[in-house]
Every structure is written in C-alpha cells, then in structure tokens.
C-alpha cells in the first residue's frame, strides 16, 4: 500500500514539476522507462510471493535503467542502436510478461 | 509461456541460481543436486528467461534472510526509505516520460498546423485580392467601352485577346504529355533514368508548333501564355511564367478546326509519336470544341514607361489607342 502510494506520488510530483530532460539523456528515456516496468512488475512479484527484498528491488531498479541506458549509449556510438534497443526492449519485455503471468496466478489463480 | 515446475528439472547455472525460487518452489526443484550422474543440459539463456522472469536474487535474498533471521531495526529502516525513493523515481520517471512523448509531439505539430493556417490565410488573401483585381478590371473594361466608341472597344477586346490579358473561348485542340511510368531495372531493382519524361523543351516544341499551326491562345495547365511566357525547367520541375506546372501536362490550344490535323501532321506530331513508341512517354492530341483558355497574370512593365500618361484622361483617339496600348491607366497598372 505504502509503496503504491509511493509510485504515485512519484508520478504527481512529475506532473507538478514537469522536469526537463536534457536533450542528450532524451533517447535513453524510453528504454528507462522500460527497465524500471521491468523492476516494479518484479518487485510486486516478489512482494506477492513473500520475498520481496529492498535492497534487492534498489539494486535491480538502478542496475536496470543504468545498464539498459549504456546497452543503447553503446549502441548509438557502435550505429546499431535501434537494434540494441529492440533487443533490450524484447529481452525486459519478456520478464515483464512473465512476472505479469506469475501476479495474475498469484492474484487470480489462473 | 513461463512453466509451472514441472517440466524444468534441469535447474542450469550450477544450480544455485534458480533452485530455490521456481513460483513458489513446488518439490520439482529438488531433482538439481541429487543427479549429478545424470546428463544435464543447462537451459539457453532465452529458455531461462521465459522460465525464470523474477530476478533470482529475491529467491537469494529470501533464502539468506531465512538462514540469518531479520535483519536489524534500523536497516530495515533505512532500507524501506532506499524503496521508496527508488519508487518516488519510477513514477516520477513514467511521468516524465509521457510529458515528453506527449509534448514533443505537439509541438512539431503545433509549428506545421501554424504553418498550414498561414499559408491557408494567404491564400485567401490572394484570393480576395483576385476577385479584387478581377472586379476592377471589369469595371474598368466596362467604363472603357462605355467612353470607347462602338469600333473602338472592340479593336481593344480584340487586341487583348490577342496579347492573352482576357479569357477566350473557342475550338482547337488539346496535346496531353504525360511522364513514361518510372523505369525499374529488373536486375538490380533500382530505378534508371526516366528518358521518358516531358522535358521543358518538349513543351516549347509543342507550343511553338501549335502557334505556327495557326493557334491564337495557348495554355499550359491553365497558364496562358503571351509574349513575354517563359517555359524552363528548374530542378526537377517545369515553370511556366515561374509557376510550377506537373505532370500530366495538358497544352490547350484555340486555333483552325484543322488544328489537330496539322500538329500531327508536322515533324514535331512525329518527333512526339516516336517518343511514345521508345520512351513510353504518354502522347494524346485531340481535337476538341468549345475550349476555354484563361487570361494570363497582368503584364507588368517594371523599365519602360508609356509615354501618353498626360493624355489618358482625354477620350481616346486612334493615335491614342496605338501608342498607348498596354493600357497605361494608373488604376489598372498596380
């Protein structure tokens, strides 16, 4: 509950103050975005599951947008970005889904 | 996709890894250490990816604090605050990012839909201004008659239509050239240089034979031409009197009901048959009646000067009506 609370006052407070991303940092943002899905969705799995751990959930958060972040900085600079970000993007799109699948069992047993 | 236990026996990466945190860790996991014996065949990296989507460190993480009891008061605390930050980013971050899809997006549009208005509003505005100039042109033309004598106002109809300052109507003939179909070559599947298409020197040959078929108003895709028209090419489109023209190109032409006749039958009919057969350039002369050829822009004379402006308000007189002919009126010569 608390977490929850925690994300959206994460989001208002980006509403509110309409941070500006540096014109540099603005290709990384999606792929950003995409790791930190991939972190949140892993943590509610784990809160679901009864191992949920902080430092754990920290660690995968930043070590996520950080790596997905250079995968594609590196991609950018060796000309094969578009791929590289589609391979990142496809590789956290499949945990999503199945730590998504594994919420919905627990949740809903189906 | 990903399996419940069952089928994943091989538990891969040593083991160690992914034993312990299979949804729940149902008894399947159990065959890992006890058969080493047996070949074992590690998963691929994207098979365990399917199977495992949870970070196995929650599993680690779980197992030590069971081996090690809880953690103290205060790291739990501090770590709880480490969460919420971490979650106080994430959102922050899906905000920021739907700011910046969605505001980016207005904003490349805001600038061509303001583009889009202005030239909209222009064009109105020469619109408006046309019917202006059309107006006045037909009051003065009117109020011309009317202090013209009878003879007079005719000579000037006619010595206008001539010059293209007035729309006419007759019949003649319409030549439509259209670019030959884009070359692909079969091989290398790229596309050769079209050798088919209307050039602006196809179009100056069409029109100089026509006038010299006998035709009195030509028009290129509705622009008249007249003494001064130019027809060239810049870049990879026709101007004519500096106005892009595309293909199709329609030529219409009032001239002798035999109009048709002669352009076919002259050597520029069969230059134009023979680029057909060979370069696939599409070429149709038709005889056609009742044609209408617009007026031209008005004729500006930005060098010379009439020389009977002191002599336009008395009523016209032959001599008048020769020296002054591009109607040296102020009102009509903007």
Redesign the interface.
């Known amino acids: 509950m608390f977490a929850v609370l925690a994300l959206i006052a994460g989001v208002a407070l980006g509403v509110v103050f309409e941070p500006s991303v540096p014109l540099a940092l603005q290709p990384y943002l999606p792929i950003a975005v995409v790791a930190a899905l991939d972190a949140v969705f892993g943590g509610i799995r784990a809160k679901l599951e009864g191992i949920f751990d902080d430092k754990q959930f920290v660690i995968s958060f930043v070590s996520n947008v950080l790596v997905a972040a250079l995968i594609v900085y590196l991609g950018d600079q060796l000309g094969v970005g578009s791929q590289l970000s589609t391979g990142v993007v496809v590789v956290l799109g499949v945990r999503i889904f199945g730590n998504v699948a594994g919420i919905r069992r627990r949740l809903f047993r189906a | 996709?990903?399996v419940?236990g069952g089928g994943g026996a091989p538990s891969g990466r040593g083991g160690s890894q992914d034993g312990g945190?299979r949804?729940?860790g149902p008894p399947g996991g159990g065959a890992g250490p006890d058969a080493p014996a047996q070949r074992r065949y590690t998963p691929d990296f994207v098979t365990d990816?399917?199977r495992?989507?949870?970070?196995p460190?929650?599993?680690e993480?779980?197992r030590r604090?069971a081996e090690r009891g809880e953690p103290s008061r205060r790291s739990?605390l501090s770590?709880?605050v480490?969460?919420?930050v971490?979650?106080?980013?994430?959102?922050?971050?899906?905000?920021?990012?739907y700011?910046?899809?969605v505001a980016s997006t207005p904003e490349s549009d805001q600038i061509q839909s303001s583009l889009v208005g202005d030239v909209r509003s222009r064009q109105a505005e020469t619109d408006a201004m046309q019917k202006q100039a059309d107006e006045l042109r037909d009051q003065v033309s009117k109020l011309r008659d009317d202090a013209l004598g009878d003879g007079d106002s005719g000579a000037l109809q006619t010595l206008e239509a001539m010059t293209g300052v007035i729309k006419v109507r007759g019949d003649g003939a319409v030549v439509r050239l259209t670019d030959a179909p884009p070359q692909i070559d079969p091989v290398s599947g790229q596309q050769t240089e079209n050798l088919g298409k209307v050039q602006d020197r196809d179009l100056q040959s069409v029109c100089n034979e026509l006038w010299r078929d006998g035709a009195e108003a030509i028009a290129i895709n509705g622009e008249r031409l007249t003494a001064t028209s130019t027809v060239r090419t810049a870049g990879e489109t026709i101007l004519v009197d500096f106005r892009p023209i595309t293909s199709p190109y329609q030529v219409v032409a009032i001239g002798p009901d035999d109009l048709q006749k002669r352009f076919d039958g002259s050597s520029t009919g069969e230059l134009f048959r023979e680029l057909a057969t060979d370069y696939h350039m599409q070429v149709s002369v038709k005889s056609q009646n009742d044609l209408t050829v617009a007026a031209a822009a008005d004729p500006q004379l930005h060098y010379a000067k009439p020389l009977t402006s002191a002599t336009a308000s008395t009523p016209s007189t032959a001599a008048n009506r020769t020296s002054g002919s591009p109607d040296p009126s102020p009102s009509g010569g903007r």
């Open positions: 996709m990903s419940l945190l949804d729940g990816l399917f495992n989507p949870l970070d460190g929650y599993a993480a779980a604090r739990r770590a709880r480490a969460r919420t971490v979650l106080v980013l994430a959102g922050g971050l899906l905000a920021v990012a700011h910046q899809t």
